[in-house]
């Protein structure tokens, strides 16, 4: 089947709704219900429910590799296990954003095929062209490596149910503690999905990166999102795990307690270890009440010191605020030109607060002082659960609205983290580079924990452009870690930051990490190359 077969099936399809299960971002969320996430063990009175699929959705595609899932709106992409296409993956260098991938191919097995066969009938393809379209990254310059295995078209909703339940047998909550406060869950599960089912609970997880993040994915990352400045990040909302180790043992990590001193903590240990320490089956989950009520607060400011300056003071004033978000004129120009808004286009922080209605207006009132201080203006207050969603989708889409600002161009993502006390200067200083830069590039700022982010918009076939993405980011990196900061405050290090880890943490740190790599994986099978430089040793 050629690219023309392709094009001429993705003809009459929409805007593509992608979701990667794993840590990438949404144009539009499903609605998927809780009997699709199997049914639990409840150690309490579950209340009812009448969740359905929007039919709408379909037709819709998804790919799932390794435990993730990912819905376009033309076809399903399935694949077994991590791929890789060698003639297309190159040996990076320290100007280069390319990375040397390793991996195997394990074949689909031939059952899953006749099934979905049995399922689609012609409205699937084994073609490798056609395959390799769906395996491109197409909101990011690295390379294609993960490639399908196989393309299926589902027609209608039953089709898509039944290829679902035939992929994705390891997605669901195992058992719900009400009382307790935590929940049992596979790693397969995002944490969308779960917020879903918690819901009529009055529980939720309190974090939230990118939309299709799962929960496995979130725990091998130590991800967090806006919500960590409260509620803190993976490491503080995870309470045990199950993990298969390198030798094929199955481990728990701790008990259901909430706390324990017996041991070491191997929990943590897991947490952020990327996949190369073991591979997580089982997550028990921290949960919290869903407040009573909350107020989302927007103010701009002349100048993006004086909004990370009132970040700060808010910290500093004591109040338990839920997010602080800051967002640069260059980010919200490019919303306005997204979303056909007409906001200021300066520095603007965002405020989330929550607890009783009282608790809530009266923190407001605190943090509106403190702003006036600082030259804030424009306030805009939402209480209500529509104004308030509104608000925070400009923040949840900054990314799109960057590709909706310049169509053409790939984005180089940075994020780095400082002692709270240095983040204006830090905030600051890489705002000159940036300006100075003749890329278009945007801050977003988790201002109340010093991390922040650049998108920095490039052309990834003009060197001169790609070299100045990597210069800026090398700016930032090295900036923050002559702060005593860190070269990534929530994206992990993969490949392409081990080249700051001997400067962040020391050579010590580093062979440290390597002895307990070698003794629980002695033959080096759990994601080679990742996490620790190559060139450690003891």
Partial sequence: MTFSSLFSRLRSCSKPICIN???????????????????????????????????????????VSAGSLALHSHSLCLSDAPLFDPNSVKIGGKDSTNYVVKGYHREIPPQ????????????????????????????SFHKAVNIPDVVVYPRSEEEVSKIVRSCNKHKRVKALHVEDMDVVVEPGIGWMELNEYLKPYGLFFPLDPGPGATIGGMCATRCSGSLAVRYGTMRDNVINLKVVLADGEVMRTASRARKSAAGYDLTRLMIGSEGTLGVITEITLRLQKLPQ????????????????????????????VSRVELLDEVQVRAINLANDKKLPEVPTLMFEFVGTEAYSREQTQIVQKIASQHHGSDFVFAEEPDEKKELWKIRKEALWACFAMEPNS?????????????????????????????????????????????????????????????????????????????????????????????????????????????????????????????????
């Avoid at 009997?35 to 819709?60: F, G, H, M």
């Avoid at 970040?311 to 338990?320: C, L, N, P």
């Avoid at 200083?429 to 278009?440: G, I, N, V």
């Avoid at 090295?478 to 405050?489: I, P, Q, V």
């Fill in 21 to 63: 299960l794993q840590r990438t971002s949404i144009f539009q969320r499903p609605q998927i219900p809780s009997s699709s996430l199997a049914e639990p063990v409840i150690c309490s009175r579950k209340p009812s429910s009448n969740n359905s699929w929007i039919a709408s959705l379909i037709p819709l595609a998804f790919a």
């Fill in 112 to 139: 899953l095929i006749e099934e979905l066969k049995a399922i689609c009938q012609d409205n699937m393809t084994l073609d490798e062209d056609e395959r390799y379209v769906h395996g491109k990254p197409q909101n």
């Fill in 293 to 320: 009520s909350s107020v989302v607060v927007m103010c701009n400011f002349p100048t993006i010191k004086d909004a990370a300056d009132v970040a700060i003071a808010t910290m500093h004033s004591g109040i338990q």
């Fill in 410 to 538: 790939e984005a180089m993502i940075t994020d780095v983290c400082v002692p709270l006390s240095h983040l204006a200067e830090l905030i600051s200083r890489s705002k000159q580079e940036l300006d100075a830069s003749p890329l278009t590039c945007t801050v977003i700022a988790h201002a109340g924990d010093g991390n922040f982010h650049t998108i920095v918009l490039f052309d990834p076939t003009k060197k001169e452009q790609r070299r100045e993405a990597e210069r800026l980011n090398h700016f930032m990196v090295h900036t923050a870690l002559s702060m005593e900061g860190t070269c990534t405050g929530e994206h992990g290090v993969g490949t392409g930051k081990m080249k700051y880890l001997e400067k962040e943490l020391g050579i010590e740190n580093l062979r440290t990490m390597k002895k307990i790599k070698v003794a629980l994986d002695p033959n080096n099978i759990m994601n080679p190359g990742k996490l620790i430089p190559p060139h450690v040793c003891f």
